[in-house]
């Protein structure tokens, strides 16, 4: 079972910084590529970012690179995604995904997220 959990949103400026946290159990960690998702209101969720399960692989969308920086810490069993130079267009619930090829992830095809957390970008 597929356990996943994150942390970190909030409200932030536009051009400003935050960093999310997702914090996976060993078992997921160890057997998934995991990624990022967020949907704004009234939107459809959209994929964000991925990271392949020993962290050789990264994909972005199109809005997101160059600004969000994924990345996985082995010992801690944590994926983060550091977001910069925040706009208003940022704003949504992001979730954690796990799949089991960042490509995979990227195409949608998931095997399990968290509930998500809440970013706000403010002018």
């Known amino acids: 079972q597929v356990q996943l959990e994150e942390s970190g949103g909030g409200l932030a400026q536009a051009g400003g910084s935050l960093r999310l946290s997702c914090a996976a159990s060993?078992?997921?960690?160890?057997?998934?590529?995991m990624g990022w998702f967020r949907q704004a209101p009234e939107k459809e969720r959209e994929f964000v970012a991925s990271i392949s399960r020993v962290g050789q692989t990264t994909y972005y969308s199109e809005s997101v690179e160059g600004r969000f920086t994924i990345a996985r810490d082995t010992a801690k069993n944590i994926i983060y995604l550091q977001m910069n130079s925040l706009k208003l267009e940022d704003t949504a619930v992001y979730y954690c995904a796990a799949g089991g090829t960042a490509a995979f992830i990227r195409q949608g095809e998931l095997n399990g997220w968290g509930r998500g957390t809440q970013v706000t970008v403010s002018s």
């Open positions: 060993e078992r997921t960690f160890g057997t998934y590529a």
